[in-house]
């Protein structure tokens, strides 16, 4: 790896984890709430 | 200057490391099917492709996350440099493995006849304007587009035919095509499963991953910081008989220190040839020989014996206090620079 192949590396590697570490608790925040429990029959 | 040139170059070392390799993709996906099916046994021809698509898709995003560990763990520390070593194998394995996941998800909609909808979905979905809801195969897509490109031209003869520094630009594509696999999982599994299981493996995976590229990069950054002008190597003996430690200078630039007997040199540790990792390789018959092609340089001056012109940048050694050090700033290439430090 050539300096100009690192000093890219270094630039583009944080933004881009920071873009996917968003989106990730973005996706995380926003899904959807567990189904809820279907009422059983009550007992007689 | 090469030892020889062979187009695919085995070796045993090679041999075992794709058969370990192998090993282990069908160790993995025999266990998670076998307990998939255990867990949840598969009703009917669907809920078995369905299985399957897990089990490769899980599959090939740890390959992907453990090929993206390599690299900084190695800089970490020497005992994963057999990792390095024939890791775009590992990468060609990594797309294979993501291929038959890709064929799989077709594979689940032809058998239920439903293969136009698997082309709405890509072309014509509304969930393109949306977060939750995108959709996901066209980033699963995209990733394994970005696998094929790598594995394509992962043959040397690549690496010539577009130049070392193309090569590896397109290679970086890796971490971009990482990124849109974890948002492909985050999307797609994370939101139909609700277990907690997913996201601590998918959030880990990516944290991994990220923080070993941060430490790799602070241990250099500290390395480079600890003396302003000559880098510390450490002890003669410290240095593996007829192999380098790896040092870098605070510009970035990476300096192979060799010692062969009582004599210790550095060179760059960017071959001449296509950049290989010189650092990685060791003395054969004397001169410091490249683990990509074989090209070999004098240590003494860094010059290719003779019909060869090859040269390469040398640096200042010297012995303080029983301590090798290097001088950062690099010497014309040919420049005589290697020390005798007397009886090793």
């Given at each position: 790896m050539t300096r100009g192949h690192r000093t890219f590396h270094r630039l583009v590697w944080p933004v881009l984890a920071l873009i996917v570490a968003l989106g990730f608790t973005m996706a995380l925040v926003k899904r959807?709430?567990?189904?809820?429990p279907t009422q059983s029959e009550p007992a007689k | 200057m090469s030892a020889g040139f062979s187009a695919v170059q085995w070796n045993r070392r090679k041999l075992i490391y794709d058969g370990i390799l192998i090993a282990g993709v069908v160790l993995f996906i025999g266990t998670f099917m076998t307990l998939g099916a255990l867990r949840n046994p598969p009703a009917d021809m669907p809920a078995w492709i369905n299985l399957r698509i897990k089990a490769f898709g899980t599959c090939a995003f740890v390959m992907l996350t453990i090929v993206l560990t390599i690299g900084p763990l190695a800089r970490l520390s020497p005992r994963f440099l057999p990792l390095l070593y024939n890791r775009r194998h590992f990468g060609v394995l990594t797309f294979l493995v993501a291929l038959v996941h890709a064929y799989s998800v077709v594979d689940w909609f032809a058998v239920q006849g439903a293969t136009a909808d698997l082309m709405n979905e890509m072309?014509?979905?509304?969930?393109?304007?949306?977060?939750?809801?995108?959709?996901?195969k066209a980033l699963g897509l995209f990733g394994l587009t970005v696998l094929f490109l790598l594995a394509a031209t992962s043959h040397d003869f690549w690496l010539a035919f577009l130049t070392p520094r193309i090569w590896k630009t397109l290679h970086m594509a890796l971490y971009v095509a990482y990124g849109v696999l974890v948002m492909h999982v985050a999307l797609g599994l994370m939101q139909e499963n609700r277990r907690i299981f997913i996201p601590i493996f998918l959030g880990g995976s990516f944290a991994l991953v990220a923080l070993l590229h941060i430490a790799a990069a602070w241990r250099e950054r500290e390395a480079a910081q600890e003396h302003d002008r000559w880098l510390v190597v450490g002890a003669p003996d410290s240095i593996p008989e007829k192999t380098a430690r790896i040092v870098t200078a605070p510009d970035g630039e990476r300096i192979a220190v060799f010692r062969d007997g009582n004599q210790i040199g550095a060179l760059t540790n960017?071959?001449?040839?296509?950049?290989?990792?010189?650092?990685e390789g060791c003395i054969v018959n004397g001169l410091v020989t490249?683990?990509?092609?074989g090209y070999q340089y004098r240590l003494e001056d860094g010059c290719a014996p003779p019909p060869f012109t090859e040269k390469l940048a040398t640096y200042r050694v010297r012995l303080r206090d029983g301590v090798i050090e290097v001088d950062p700033n690099a010497l014309p290439p040919g420049t005589k620079a290697a020390i005798h430090i007397g009886p090793a």
């Open positions: 959807p709430p567990p189904e809820p | 072309v014509a979905s509304p969930g393109y304007g949306k977060f939750i809801g995108f959709p996901i960017l071959c001449a040839h296509q950049n290989g990792p010189l650092g490249c683990p990509w092609h």
